[in-house]
C-alpha cells in the first residue's frame, strides 16, 4: 500500500538528484516540473486523451535523467498508487 504526500493543497518543492552524465551526454542539464493549472475542458474523448498523453510524454521526457533506482522506484509507486483501477468490487 502506498502513502501519499499529507499536504498536497499546499505548495511544496521537491528536490531529488540527476544521473551521472554519460558520453554521448557527458553534462546533465537540471530540471524543473512546473504542475500549475487546472485541466481544460474537453470535447471528446479522444481530445482528452490526447492532452493526457502529451502532459505524460513531457514528465516522462523531463525525468530521463534520473538514476535508474530512483526511476525503478518511483515506477513502483505509481503501480502501486494505480493499483485500485485494476481490482474487482
Do not use: F, W
Not at 533506482?69 to 498508487?81: A, E, R
Amino acid at each position: 500500500m502506498s502513502s501519499r504526500p499529507p499536504n498536497v493543497s499546499a505548495p511544496c518543492e521537491v528536490t531529488v538528484y540527476k544521473a551521472e552524465g554519460l558520453g554521448h551526454c557527458p553534462e546533465v542539464a537540471d530540471v524543473t516540473i512546473h504542475i500549475a493549472g487546472s485541466i481544460p475542458p474537453s470535447s471528446s474523448l479522444e481530445q482528452s486523451r490526447a492532452l493526457y498523453r502529451v502532459q505524460a510524454q513531457r514528465l516522462r521526457d523531463a525525468l530521463y535523467h534520473l538514476p535508474q533506482g530512483t526511476k525503478h522506484q518511483l515506477l513502483i509507486l505509481l503501480l502501486q498508487d494505480a493499483e485500485s483501477l485494476y481490482r474487482g468490487t
